[in-house]
C-alpha cells in the first residue's frame, strides 16, 4: 500500500467506531491522538526530512476529507496541527524548523491561538502582546476557543510585536500559561476547544518566529490559508458522511409502499447531496492544485474552496437530517453530529461573511 492509503487506513481503524463516543465525552483519548501525531498523521504535510510524511496539499486533502467523514473533532485536530506546522515552516528560520516540526510531526500535539475576547473576525483588535527582554520574549494576553488547546503541548501564539505583529511558540506547560476547555460546544465537541490566560510568560528569544515584525496580515494569512484548506476538506467529507447515511436510509425505509428514495421529494435530497459533494470536493482539489504549483492566488483558492464546502456542508447535513427524520435526531448519530459541526464550519477560519468580502475584493482587484 502507498503512504495515502496507509494514513486512511490508519484513521479508519483509530476513528471508525468510535467517534460518538468521544462526541458524547468531548474528548479523544490522548493515547490515540499521540499514535496518530507520531505517525505525521495530524500534520502530514510536514516534509520527510523533518519526520513528517511529506504529502502534498492533494493528498493531505484526500486524508483530512477521509477523516471528515469519520469525526469532526479528529479533522478538528489535524486542522490545528497542520496550522502549527505550516506557520512554523513559512514564518520560521531554518533552525527553528529544526527544533519544532521534528516535535510536530512526531507526537508533540499544538494548538494556534488567535481569536481574543475582542478580536475575532478583526484581528485588527488583537491585544496579546509579545515584546522582547533582554535574550528573552515576554508574552501577554488572552485568546478564545484554541482547537486542541485541552491536548496541547505547544501553542502557537499570534500578538502584538514592535511595529508589527509577532507569533511566538509556547510550551503549554509555561508558568503563566493557563489553558480552560470550553464546556459543552455546540460541534466538534471533543476538539479540545480552550481558553487560554498568558501572564508575563518568559521564553527564550528563539521562541518567536523569525518572520515576527512583519505585518499582521501577512502572518494571519500564511496560518488561515492552510487552515481555510484543511476545513473546507473536512466539510467535502462531511457532505459525503450525510450523502452516504442519506442514501441508505432512503433506500432501506419503506413508506407508503416503497423505498423513500422511490418519493421523488426525497431524490431531490438526493440528487442535491450528490451535486454538493461534488462541488465541494472539486472546490477542494483546485485550492490543493493551486497550493501544490506555488500558484501566486492559492490562498485567494483557499477562501473560495473553504466558502463553497463550508456551505455546501451546512446545506447537506440539513438535507440528510430531512430525509432520516427521526432517525438521525439522535447525538450518536453521525448527521445529528454532521448537523452541528456543519455550522461551526461557516464561522471558523473566516466566517461565511469574511470570505464572500475577501472573495468580492479579489474581483475588484481583478476588475
Request: proline share 4%.
Amino acid at each position: 500500500m502507498d503512504a495515502l492509503a496507509d494514513a486512511l487506513a490508519a484513521v479508519t481503524a483509530a476513528a471508525g467506531s468510535d467517534a460518538a463516543a468521544w462526541d458524547r465525552a468531548g474528548r479523544i483519548p490522548e493515547p490515540l491522538v499521540r499514535e496518530l501525531a507520531r505517525g505525521g498523521l495530524l500534520c502530514a504535510q510536514v516534509p520527510a526530512e523533518y519526520g513528517g510524511p511529506g504529502f502534498s496539499s492533494r493528498d493531505n486533502g484526500e486524508l483530512t476529507a477521509h477523516t471528515g467523514s469519520l469525526c469532526g473533532s479528529l479533522r478538528s485536530l489535524q486542522t490545528s496541527q497542520g496550522m502549527a506546522a505550516w506557520t512554523v515552516q513559512r514564518l520560521g528560520r531554518p533552525a527553528q524548523h529544526e527544533e519544532f516540526l521534528p516535535k510536530l510531526a512526531g507526537g508533540t500535539l499544538a494548538g494556534v491561538a488567535m481569536s481574543e475576547p475582542a478580536a475575532g473576525s478583526d484581528l485588527s483588535g488583537m491585544r496579546t502582546a509579545i515584546r522582547a527582554d533582554g535574550d528573552a520574549i515576554v508574552v501577554d494576553g488572552a485568546k478564545v476557543w484554541v482547537t486542541g488547546a485541552a491536548y496541547a503541548d505547544l501553542l502557537v501564539v499570534f500578538g502584538t510585536y514592535e511595529r508589527g505583529a509577532g507569533v511566538a511558540v509556547v510550551p503549554a506547560g509555561t508558568p503563566g500559561v493557563t489553558i480552560s476547555p470550553v464546556a459543552d460546544p455546540l460541534g466538534c465537541r471533543a476538539a479540545g476547544h480552550a481558553d487560554v490566560r498568558l501572564e508575563s510568560v518568559r521564553l527564550p528569544a528563539s521562541h518567536l518566529l523569525a518572520a515576527s515584525g512583519a505585518p499582521l496580515p501577512m502572518l494571519v494569512t500564511t496560518a488561515l490559508s492552510y487552515g481555510r484548506l484543511s476545513v473546507a476538506w473536512g466539510c467535502a467529507g462531511l457532505v459525503r458522511a450525510c450523502r452516504t447515511a442519506a442514501v441508505r436510509h432512503a433506500a432501506e425505509r419503506v413508506q407508503f409502499g416503497q423505498p423513500l428514495s422511490g418519493h421523488q421529494l426525497i431524490a431531490r435530497h438526493l440528487a442535491e447531496l450528490v451535486t454538493a459533494e461534488h462541488l465541494a470536493t472539486l472546490a477542494c482539489a483546485h485550492a490543493s492544485g493551486r497550493w501544490d504549483e506555488g500558484a501566486p492566488d492559492q490562498a485567494v483558492a483557499a477562501v473560495l474552496a473553504k466558502q463553497v464546502a463550508a456551505r455546501q456542508a451546512a446545506e447537506s447535513a440539513a438535507r440528510a437530517a430531512q430525509v432520516l427524520a427521526s432517525a438521525g435526531a439522535r447525538d450518536d448519530h453521525v448527521v445529528a453530529r454532521a448537523y452541528r459541526d456543519a455550522k461551526l464550519m461557516e464561522i471558523i477560519e473566516g466566517s461565511t461573511e469574511i470570505c464572500q468580502l475577501l472573495l468580492a475584493e479579489h474581483a475588484l482587484a481583478l476588475a
